[in-house]
């Protein structure tokens, strides 16, 4: 198993920014992806950023330019930066990450975390 624990959200003002940050733990080995998607009250779960192990990233495209997924695998974490938020960006946050084990992938959740932007 895995556990992911993530910090940093909270309440900030348009324009402002946030950091979020993800540990993971437990079996840790073969962990590939990492990532964050979000989900705002009425709508579905989406993809917010990911970062391979090797470092390729890709990003929804509502967060380009403003948001940076960042990973050091020394330490299993994995960061996001907000920079430039908008009220728009006011989702629960959520902490992925990918395992292969043999030739299956499994997928681990974080609890979420808030993020409010406000107007």
């Known amino acids: 198993q895995v556990q992911l624990v993530e910090s940093g959200g909270g309440l900030v003002q348009a324009g402002g920014s946030l950091r979020l940050s993800c540990a993971a733990s437990?079996?840790?080995?073969?962990?590939?992806?990492m990532g964050w998607y979000r989900q705002a009250p009425g709508k579905q779960r989406e993809l917010v950023a990911r970062?391979?192990?090797?470092?390729?990233?890709n990003y929804a495209d509502s967060v380009k330019g403003r948001f940076t997924i960042s990973r050091d695998n020394a330490k299993n974490t994995v960061y996001l930066q907000m920079n430039s938020l908008k009220p728009e960006d006011t989702a629960v946050y959520y902490c992925?990450?990918?395992?292969?084990?043999?030739?299956?992938?499994?997928?681990?959740w974080g609890q979420g975390t808030q993020v409010t932007v406000s107007s």
């Open positions: 992925n990450c990918k395992r292969l084990v043999g030739l299956l992938w499994y997928d681990y």
């Open positions: 437990g079996t840790i080995s073969s962990i590939n992806d």
């Open positions: 970062i391979t192990s090797g470092g390729i990233t």
